[in-house]
T-cell receptor
Framework: GQSLEQPSEVTAVEGAIVQINCTYQTSGFYGLSWYQQHDGGAPTFLSYNALDGLEETGRFSSFLSRSDSYGYLLLQELQMKDSASYFCAVRDDQAGTALIFGKGTTLSVSS | DVKVTQSSRYLVKRTGEKVFLECVQDMDHENMFWYRQDPGLGLRLIYFSYDVKMKEKGDIPEGYSVSREKKERFSLILESASTNQTSMYLC????????????FGPGTRLTVT
């Protein structure tokens, strides 16, 4: 089967840098995605890594190491509005075109 | 902008009722998905569909069924609602190819009493 592990909570202050890790176990692998969900809102897509390395999109970056079955989301210059839940997600042979999500990491940014 | 809409934002039903949750997307996406979200459990896949009249079971299909008669519409059916189906239900859609970026609807908060 498939499983994803990520920390349940992370706290940081405005302006800081935070890294949210995700380790996965899948049968086959087709990429690692990250989604953000504000309280009461719908999840929104942040990034996708199919190959090893770092992908940067503004203040957010995502990293993947397929040999280690590991990825992370890096958030820089944290702002209060970054307080949200962050989910890593994978596709694998069993899920087909569907995504399997981790349980989510709640990020709390304080001033 | 992609838009995924769900028929109700909040819904209260009684145990044993048949419940229909509707989802419509306007981006001509082939794939559509139903998840439920519970505190501490993340998003769990109930069913998904990659084409009209096609469906695949996800991780937790028991007690649910789905219908996809048109490409833009994907319905989740609770045949006989139970209190353990009280949850947030999220619909999503995506293209069949590419990074499979999923677009989510606003969710339906279902309470079964």
């Amino acid at each position: 089967g498939q499983s994803l592990e990520q920390p349940s909570e992370v706290t940081a202050v405005e302006g800081a840098i935070v890294q949210i890790n995700c380790t996965y176990q899948t049968s086959g692998f087709y990429g690692l995605s990250w989604y953000q969900q504000h309280d009461g809102g719908a999840p929104t897509f942040l990034s996708y890594n199919a190959l090893d390395g770092l992908e940067e999109t503004g203040r957010f970056s995502s990293f993947l190491s397929r040999s280690d079955s590991y990825g992370y989301l890096l958030l820089q210059e944290l702002q209060m509005k970054d307080s949200a839940s962050y989910f890593c997600a994978v596709r694998d042979d069993q899920a087909g075109t569907a995504l399997i999500f981790g349980k989510g990491t709640t990020l709390s940014v304080s001033s | 902008d992609v838009k995924v809409t769900q028929s109700s934002r909040y819904l209260v039903k009684r145990t044993g009722e048949k419940v229909f949750l509707e989802c419509v997307q306007d981006m001509d996406h082939e794939n559509m998905f139903w998840y439920r979200q519970d505190p501490g459990l993340g998003l769990r896949l109930i069913y998904f569909s990659y084409d009209v009249k096609m469906k695949e079971k996800g991780d937790i299909p028991e007690g649910y069924s789905v219908s996809r008669e048109k490409k833009e519409r994907f319905s989740l059916i609770l045949e006989s609602a139970s209190t353990n189906q009280t949850s947030m239900y999220l619909c999503a859609s995506s293209f069949r190819v590419g990074p499979y970026e999923q677009y989510f609807g606003p969710g339906t908060r279902l309470t079964v009493t």
